[in-house]
């Protein structure tokens, strides 16, 4: 059974900042790739940022430069930081492994002045 709560999100202007966290468990916590996804109104889902290794990452172009992601195994949650947001970046956000099992609820992410 894989469980993924996602926390973190809200309404930000554009330019600012906010912190995504994961909690995951079940047999997802095992997975060697984890990932955040998104998917705004009337698009595909997406993913944006994945980590596999503990430090080795890789980012979609659209937020390479102002998104880090990152992982604690010991307390089996993932992090999204986001900088320098733009309205663009307004979705639900999802965390799940890569390729990508059960999703959880999401959390919304809403940029604009």
């Known amino acids: 059974q894989v469980q993924l709560v996602e926390s973190g999100g809200g309404l930000v202007q554009p330019g600012g900042s906010l912190s995504l966290s994961c909690a995951y468990s079940g047999s997802i916590a095992n997975a060697y790739v984890m990932g955040w996804y998104r998917q705004a109104p009337g698009n595909e889902r997406e993913l944006v940022a994945s980590i596999w290794l503990m430090f080795n990452t890789k980012y979609s172009d659209s937020v390479k430069g102002r998104f880090t992601i990152s992982r604690d195994n010991a307390k089996n949650t993932l992090y999204l930081q986001m900088n320098n947001l733009k309205p663009e970046d307004t979705a639900v956000y999802y965390c799940?492994?890569?390729?990508?099992?059960?999703w959880g609820q999401g959390t919304q992410v809403t940029v604009s002045a």
């Open positions: 799940n492994s890569d390729p990508a099992r059960a």
